[in-house]
């Protein structure tokens, strides 16, 4: 028997196969990310203890760290912050440099920014603070973290 004679005769199993291994795959990638965007992943890191058990006290608890501190414009561009950042931390963690005070850099402050005024634009959209471009975290800073982080970073124990 020749391949080609193989081939028609197995083409539909070969193509169902291909499509088995292709639907599992995109459902593990899928519940990869829905995994790595959850809490309890960044939470998993020792660094992030702190910025965890406040954020979980908080009155945000119900929104993930994604939705505040990676950009929401669309996909591609949160997917581009999600693996920068990712690289960062994990680089960090695994070096255990982390600082005692873990402090947002000026990308992430603009993050927060652009996210508190997304999901509270109807409450800005009247106010000086909408008018004027001023950054949310000038006073409320602590809201979801507290304002001593000195229990972040690597605890060397």
């Given amino acids: 028997m020749d391949t080609g004679q193989l081939f028609n005769r197995h083409a539909l199993k070969l193509v ?3 499509l088995v291994i292709a639907v599992a795959g995109m ?15 960044c ?6 203890d702190q910025a965890f058990s406040t954020w979980k006290d908080s009155n945000h608890k119900q929104i993930a760290c994604t939705e505040c501190h990676l950009p929401n414009k669309n996909l591609a561009v949160k997917l581009v912050a999600k693996a920068q950042t ?4 994990v680089y960090h963690e695994v070096l255990r440099d982390y600082p005692a005070t873990i402090k947002v850099t000026t990308q992430g402050k603009t993050y927060l920014a652009q996210n508190c005024a997304r999901c509270h634009e109807s409450s800005l959209e009247k106010t000086q603070m909408a ?3 001023q950054d949310c975290a000038k006073c409320h800073r602590g809201l979801v973290h507290g304002r001593n982080m000195s229990k972040g970073g690597i605890k060397f124990e």
């Fill in 86 to 89: 990712g690289i960062n931390d």
């Fill in 43 to 48: 939470g998993t890191c020792h660094s992030m």
């Fill in 131 to 133: 008018a004027a471009g």
């Fill in 16 to 18: 169902l196969l291909g």
């Fill in 27 to 41: 459902m593990a990638m899928g519940a990869g990310y829905a995994y790595a965007e959850s809490p309890e992943f």
